[in-house]
């Protein structure tokens, strides 16, 4: 008896792939283009923080970290050290999953509250470093840095809106794919293991330390290619890349889209980020959105919306199978 | 005689809280034998120490002549030292099936390494599942499993290693007498048929008199009396009060 490897989720999630491929020949104007393409760069963020947020339980309250870290490296690289972009790119996804292995060798002895204590302070750190911090062109030009960011040299003339939202979704597509793949591996179940309980893990035989380690490892490789990918399409890389509304957003996103489910977390980013970004709604007014929306989650879907959803289904199949009743 | 486990003069304190002051507990090949004592005489603790999750400020574990004190729990799992705990912590969004599967695959790792390809997993993980009394609950969420159940997919846990030594900490108390009967005679049948020793932590006399081999009572951290599982009441008179409450049995909860 084969499982069926692609079950309900997917199949939402290719009618929606469906819906976005088609959505530019509909006539979408540049600037809603646009805000699409960054769109699906930040549901890959979410979901990136739904691989250590919620599979392996590890609340990352500092994951801007890693997506700054791989915008900077971009930046920095191609501006500053005239390295080509792809260069560039290589070495930012080896940088920001290089600080996902050392936040993770920090905080794998650490247990919940402090592993997000712990991930805040260091986002912070590196934000107020990044916002502080001026950079000088190789020739004393320009002084680059804080607020005003830092460009990035892509070294092609300028890609086309629509290139770039097919790119993107492409990109999305794939990163779905992986995280998918990985919930769904041996490692993944064992994730889920140690999120639920640490001390049954460690009694089972899993090594706590080395998974939480690796799980911080994978979630900043996705970030940083999230991180990648936005330097690419915005072409600057801001002090804002660190901040704690973007650490704040991924973890809301995956809260409301229902944390450890992968999908929803990056269907809540699809949704939610259009919603706010096209209707130019002032920080503020987001802030204020995220708390509203993380309200009504917890009280009608505790459990994130794709998450009480899966929990409904599973309660269905278990008194389906249960065999010895009625 | 050679011990399978020894736990060699074991010192322990919790600040000025001195809970071991010295333990030594043996267990040979196959044996079964009982840790009695009252609340507070340090049972759990010493179990903590013997199974990895906390370390000893004084003596050793030998685990087949090997020293394995600085082992980590898991460490411990995957070379053999299994253990159930006393209040299950089951996953809370796991099925009892991926329960299991968790700790067979870390298990199957190990053995992996020093026996080459065993029989197929799945086959491994049903067999696991039918022989704890949990297949025809194998897609239960583990959290909805009543408490009988729960103290089931313990052993299922703790069997997955193949292990040679299982610590039980007070795996029956508070169980219906149906319940207890089904696990007594699931310990019985792995003692039997796969030479498993066990160290069964009990405050109930009863429990110790009809299971064990040997009996060892603690008290203040320290072993109080060593003996023949039925000579326990008549030495020890922690134990006689134990018998006469045994009406109430408030325990374990």
Redesign the interface.
């Known amino acids: 008896m084969k499982k069926p490897r692609f079950g309900k989720i997917p199949g939402v999630l290719v009618a929606g792939a469906g819906i976005l491929l088609l959505l530019p020949l509909a006539g979408l104007d540049v600037f809603l283009l646009d805000v699409l393409t960054i769109g699906f760069l930040t549901a890959v963020y979410a979901g990136s923080w739904d691989i250590v947020g919620g599979l392996a339980g590890q609340i990352s309250l500092g994951h801007a970290l890693f997506f700054g870290t791989a915008t900077y490296a971009c930046a920095l690289l191609t501006s500053l050290l005239g390295w080509p972009f792809p260069l560039a790119a290589g070495a930012a996804l080896l940088l920001s999953t290089a600080a996902g292995a050392a936040v993770g060798a920090l905080s794998a002895p650490l247990k919940g509250p402090f592993v997000a204590l712990l991930t805040l302070a260091l986002g912070e750190a590196a934000h107020e470093f990044f916002l502080g911090q001026t950079f000088f062109s190789p020739k004393g030009a320009y002084s680059w840095g804080g607020e005003g960011g830092i460009p990035v040299q892509l070294g092609i003339p300028s890609v086309s809106p629509w290139t770039a939202y097919y790119a993107a979704l492409a990109f999305l597509l794939l990163c779905t794919w992986i995280m998918l793949r990985i919930a769904r591996s041996e490692t993944g179940l064992i994730w889920t293991a140690l999120s639920g309980s640490e001390l049954s893990a460690r009694a089972s035989g899993v090594d706590i330390q080395r998974h939480k380690r690796l799980a911080f490892v994978v979630a900043a490789a996705l970030a940083g290619a999230a991180g990648v990918g936005y330097a690419a399409c915005v072409g600057r890389a801001t002090a804002d890349d660190f901040s704690l509304e973007l650490s704040f957003q991924a973890a809301t996103f995956a809260a409301v889209g229902g944390r450890g489910t992968i999908v929803g977390p990056i269907l809540a980013a699809l949704l939610f980020h259009p919603l706010l970004q096209g209707t130019g709604i002032p920080p503020a007014g987001r802030v204020l959105l995220y708390a509203l929306a993380l309200l009504i989650t917890l009280r009608f879907f505790p459990a994130g919306v794709a998450g009480t959803l899966r929990e409904r289904a599973r309660a269905r199949r278990m008194t389906g199978r249960k065999g010895n009743g009625r | 005689m050679s011990d399978l486990l020894l736990a060699d003069r074991i010192v322990k304190s919790f600040g000025t809280n001195r809970v071991l002051r010295g333990v030594t507990i043996g267990i040979g090949r196959g044996e079964v034998v009982g840790l009695f004592g009252p609340n507070g005489s340090g049972k759990t603790t010493l179990a903590n120490i013997i199974?990895g999750?906390a370390r000893p400020d004084k003596g050793r574990i030998l685990f087949e002549g090997k020293d394995v004190t600085d082992m980590?729990?898991?460490?411990r799992?995957?070379a053999g030292i299994?253990?159930t705990?006393q209040i299950?912590?089951?996953?809370?969004?796991?099925?009892v099936l991926?329960?299991v599967?968790?700790?067979l695959?870390?298990?199957e790792a190990?053995r992996k390494e020093t026996e080459g390809e065993g029989p197929g997993f799945q086959e491994n993980l049903d067999s696991l599942l039918v022989r704890t009394g949990l297949f025809?609950q194998r897609?239960?969420?583990a959290a909805?499993l009543s408490q009988g159940c729960l103290r089931r997919l313990e052993f299922a846990?703790?069997i997955?290693?193949r292990p040679r030594f299982i610590l039980l900490d007070e795996v029956f108390s508070a169980l219906s007498a149906k319940d207890e009967a089904e696990l007594v005679a699931l310990m019985r049948s792995l003692h039997r048929e796969e030479d498993i020793s066990f160290l069964l932590i009990s405050h109930n006399p009863l429990i110790l008199e009809e299971l064990c081999d040997r009996v060892v009572a603690i008290e203040d951290g320290r072993v109080f009396w060593e003996g023949k599982p039925g000579d326990l009441a008549k030495y020890v008179p922690s134990a006689h009060h134990a018998h006469g409450d045994e009406g109430e049995n408030h325990e374990g909860g």
């Open positions: 199974t999750l980590s729990m898991d460490a799992f995957r299994a253990r705990f299950p912590d089951p996953y809370p969004s796991l099925t991926e329960s599967r968790v700790a695959l870390c298990g190990a025809a897609f239960w969420p909805k846990r703790a997955s290693c």
